[in-house]
Nanobody
Framework: QVQLGESGGGSVQAGGSLRLSCGVSANTYITSCMGWFRQAPGTEREEVANIRPGYSPNYLDSVKGRFTISKDNAKKTLYLQMNSLKPEDTAMYYC??????????????WGQGTQVTVSS
């Protein structure tokens, strides 16, 4: 069973940066899809970024050029570096792991989430 643990959320002013981390306890870590979702109050959960074996990372259009997803295989940790943060980035951020089916990710395990709040 995959277990995920996020950290790194917090409160920052617009223009600031945060780095989210997600530790993954899974033997299939290296071959799995990994990603970050977010959900703000009253909105649907949206995929922010994902990283798939053999593919370039994907990003939500609104975060392209500001966010970077990466992972450290030795540490089994997924990261999301968030720069030039905007108030509209305020949300609960979730780490997620899934299986690669063809070129698509089928998401399975979810973390508990870490809150990011950006003030103007």
């Amino acid at each position: 069973q995959v277990q995920l643990g996020e950290s790194g959320g917090g409160s920052v002013q617009a223009g600031g940066s945060l780095r989210l981390s997600c530790g993954v306890s899974a033997n299939t870590y290296i071959t799995s899809c990994m990603g970050w979702f977010r959900q703000a109050p009253g909105t649907e959960r949206e995929e922010v970024a994902n990283i798939r074996p053999g593919y370039s990372p994907n990003y939500l259009d609104s975060v392209k050029g500001r966010f970077t997803i990466s992972k450290d295989n030795a540490k089994k940790t997924l990261y999301l570096q968030m720069n030039s943060l905007k108030p509209e980035d305020t949300a609960m951020y979730y780490c997620v792991v899934g299986d690669l089916r063809g070129s698509d990710c089928v998401w399975g395990a979810w973390g508990q989430g870490t809150q990011v709040t950006v003030s103007s």
